[in-house]
């Protein structure tokens, strides 16, 4: 099968590195996704281990159409009935880029006519739509006149790793804060501190990969539970072998200090870091970071999203200038990487970056850079 596993803008690269670890060697890389083949148990394997995927596709047909009706007729044909019952609730999501259809919600409708009318022919019964809470997710992508059909097997976004109880004002995408870790080439090994915690998703991030528990441990609800090849014995088997795996771990095998000036902050990264059994090794301190306690023999790597300053303009470049005093002053020999969308912020670091990765968190264009200290 052809699965498609998507990404965000600037993970590419760290994705088709995870997969490599994952033990897949042949992959293309597109523009927000990887492409690989796979049978069923790859596809539960990457949505359960693959921290860098927002959702694994398996494309179920592609084809070409020269008009509208076009979509329709060729959908049709498509054995829907060989992927799932009449009696699952669907959702078709996905996106468009043609020029033959005028109305971006037009060629979605078709496709779930054609769906509708290919079960109520085979089976006298039709799928019911549940745009909220679908069981099986539907992804159509149309480029100009090319057509592909795909099942989402993963339904909500990966990021719902199922751990976050509560959260900041501007909580860090879990996909996200996981590229991010990436990016820096964290070895697991060296001490990672994040000042700016909020509610600890780069700390938790860091302790899953330190721990090699699977990003997706925690979640309980995917879309391919609900499509007919599902066989639930490979899939318990794989989970249970992880949550063992999870249980066992009674030491600590991993440096790791979550801090922020805000107590309800902390508290949050501490109840989100309490799902896991190892979440109690994280080092987790209310404090400004200029106070951090560390310790001090080790170098190692600060990894952080500082507050951007939407809200408070003036302060942010007063943190900045701090933040990049201290980096310079107390953290020698650390790889220090911020991201931000703060332009004027990232200036009062007052440090010239080694690297500068272009990135977002959300709609934000995010700069992520690299201050290696000496
Ligand atoms: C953009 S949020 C971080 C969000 C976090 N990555 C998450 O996933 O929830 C920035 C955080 O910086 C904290 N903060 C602001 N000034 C600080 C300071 N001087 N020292 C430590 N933390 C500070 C805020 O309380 C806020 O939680």
């Not at 990672?192 to 990003?215: K, Q």
């Not at 951090?292 to 943190?319: M, T």
Request: proline share 3%; aromatic share 10%.
């Amino acid at each position: 099968m052809k699965i498609i596993v998507k990404t965000f803008f600037g993970l590419e690269t760290v994705l088709t590195e995870e997969l490599e670890e994952l033990g897949y060697h042949s992959t293309e890389k597109l523009n927000r996704a990887v492409q690989l083949n796979g049978d069923w148990t790859d596809v539960y394997r990457l949505n359960l281990y693959c921290r860098c995927a927002l959702a694994v596709l398996v494309e179920i047909d592609q084809f070409s159409i020269k008009n509208q009706d076009d979509l329709y007729r060729k959908s049709k044909q498509v054995n829907w009935s060989k992927w799932f019952d009449a009696d699952k609730t669907f959702a078709i999501r996905g996106a468009v880029l043609s020029t033959l259809f005028r109305h971006t919600q037009y060629p979605f409708l078709r496709l779930k006519d054609a769906l509708v009318d290919h079960f109520r022919e085979k089976q006298g019964k039709r799928p019911n739509v549940n745009l909220d809470d679908p069981q099986v997710v539907i992804d159509l992508h149309v480029r100009e006149t090319q057509v592909t059909i795909s099942l989402n097997t993963s339904g909500q976004p990966l990021y719902h790793r199922g751990y976050r109880q509560a959260t900041g004002d501007a909580p860090l995408n879990e996909v996200l804060a996981a590229g991010m870790i990436r990016l820096t080439k964290w070895d697991k090994q060296k001490m990672l501190i994040d000042p700016f915690c909020g509610s600890g998703t780069l700390a938790i991030e860091a302790a899953l990969m330190a721990t090699n528990t699977p990003a997706n441990i925690l979640r309980n609800t995917y879309s391919f539970y609900y499509l007919t090849p599902f066989r639930s014995e490979v899939w318990k088997n794989m989970h249970a072998e992880a949550t063992d795996n999870m249980n066992m771990i009674k030491t600590k095998s991993f440096e790791i200090i979550a801090s922020d000036i805000e107590q309800s902050m902390t508290n949050k990264a501490k109840r989100n870091c309490r799902q896991f059994p190892f979440g109690r090794f994280i080092d987790i301190q209310t404090c400004s970071f200029q106070d951090i306690i560390k310790n001090e023999d080790h170098a190692g790597l600060l990894i952080s999203n500082p507050p951007y300053g939407q809200r408070l303009k003036g302060d942010i470049e007063l943190l900045y200038d701090q933040l990049g005093s201290w980096m310079k002053h107390q953290l020698h020999g650390f790889d220090c990487w911020i991201l931000s969308a703060s332009p004027e912020g990232l200036k009062h670091i007052g440090l010239k970056p080694n690297e500068k990765i272009k990135l977002f968190n959300g709609n934000l264009e995010c700069s992520f850079r690299k201050y290696a200290i000496y």
